[in-house]
């Protein structure tokens, strides 16, 4: 583990407790549960609530990121991702 691993793994509890992972879950059921004629228009929406878990992640990390000089900015970042997505899969 990075000497930012505990840091990035209290991060993101908090952005676990954003009501964008709840959106991310009701815009996958509703794609889940769609028919025919609504799947597109139901991915769709799942597609962004998707990009807009990534854009709020890639902010909570760029924003901790310019605190740190430039080798632990990269550190820190890619510890970032690495633990985002073991969270997440689905941001993959």
Do not use: N, P
């Not at 840091?7 to 952005?15: A, G, K, P, T």
């Not at 310019?66 to 689905?90: C, G, N």
Request: net charge negative.
């Amino acid at each position: 583990m990075s000497r930012f691993g505990d840091l990035v793994s209290r991060q993101l509890d908090i952005f676990a407790e954003d009501g964008l992972l709840a959106e991310v879950r009701d815009a996958k059921e509703r794609y889940d549960r769609a028919g025919r004629d609504e799947a597109e228009e139901a991915y769709g929406d799942y597609a962004d609530t998707v990009d807009a878990v990534r854009d709020a992640l890639a902010d909570m990390r760029d924003t901790y990121a310019r605190t740190l000089d430039d080798d632990a900015a990269e550190e820190y970042e890619a510890a970032f991702e690495r633990a985002a997505m073991r969270r997440w899969r689905w941001l993959g």
